[in-house]
């Protein structure tokens, strides 16, 4: 499977920005989809994700009610809406697949990952 991100760009605090993944070879490895994001110097931390045939979703604390992420079956793309955003948003984003959610819970245990797409929030 492979995974293209994009969407990525400079955006005001409290602004609104989405991001989106295709995955292309879609096989179970991308049962669950999601995205992480990191920052110079730190993990790569989980953001949010999805069932992608049963719409379930799971949110890092720090983006619930801020964030949305969704999908597109026709498409084979998963979005991430991004709003109200703060300069603590600023990382590199990236989309990842795997069959478990669980493994959402350590950024090392993911199976496939797209290339990241650096969001800049400026206040």
């Known amino acids: 499977v492979q995974l293209q991100a994009s969407g990525g760009g400079l955006v005001q605090a409290g602004g609104s920005l989405r991001l989106s993944c295709v995955a292309s070879?879609?096989?179970?490895?991308?049962?669950?989809m999601g995205w992480f994001r990191q920052t110079p110097g730190k993990e790569r931390e989980f953001v949010a994700l999805?069932?992608?045939?049963?719409?379930?979703?799971y949110y890092a604390a720090s983006v619930k009610g801020r964030f949305t992420i969704s999908r597109d079956i026709a498409k084979n793309t998963v979005y991430l809406q991004m709003g109200s955003l703060e300069p603590d948003d600023t990382a590199v984003y990236y989309c990842?697949?795997?069959?478990?959610?669980?493994?959402?819970?350590?950024?090392?245990?993911?199976?496939?990952w797209g290339q990241g797409t650096l969001v800049t929030v400026s206040s």
């Open positions: 990842a697949a795997d069959q478990n959610y669980s493994d959402f819970a350590n950024a090392n245990w993911i199976n496939a």
């Open positions: 070879g879609r096989t179970s490895v991308t049962d669950v």
């Open positions: 999805m069932d992608w045939s049963g719409d379930r979703t």
